[in-house]
Nanobody
């Protein structure tokens, strides 16, 4: 089973950018779908972006489409989330997750392995 460790969070002004990384351990990383989720205080965890295992198809929540980009480097066992034009409403703890399958999914309950999360704070 994969283990996931996120990094790259921090404090940024509105309009700025951050790149989150999620390093995975395990030999079968390249075949697994990966997702990014976020959870703001007092809110439920929500889907942000996902990338499939085989062909690196991607899918985004409407709220981040055009601003965020998910990508993966299978040689480094790492998935990234490039976040541009950040808004205060993007403030949350960001989690990467994986599921035991190739096809991407958007539901929180469809992922079974999670990282510890990294805080992103966007000031206005």
């Amino acid at each position: 089973q994969l283990q996931l460790v996120e990094s790259g969070g921090g404090l940024v002004q509105a309009g700025g950018s951050l790149r989150l990384s999620c390093a995975a351990s395990g030999r079968t990383f390249s075949s697994y779908a990966m997702g990014w989720f976020r959870q703001a205080p007092g809110k439920e965890r929500e889907f942000v972006a996902a990338i499939s295992g085989s062909y690196s198809s991607t899918y985004y929540a409407d709220s981040v489409k055009g601003r965020f980009t998910i990508s993966r480097d299978n040689a480094k066992n790492t998935v990234y989330l490039q976040m541009n034009v950040l808004k205060p409403e993007d403030t949350a703890v960001y989690y990467c997750a994986t599921r035991g399958g190739t096809n991407l999914r958007v539901g929180v309950h469809e992922y079974d392995t999670w990282g510890q999360g990294t805080q992103v704070t966007v000031s206005s």
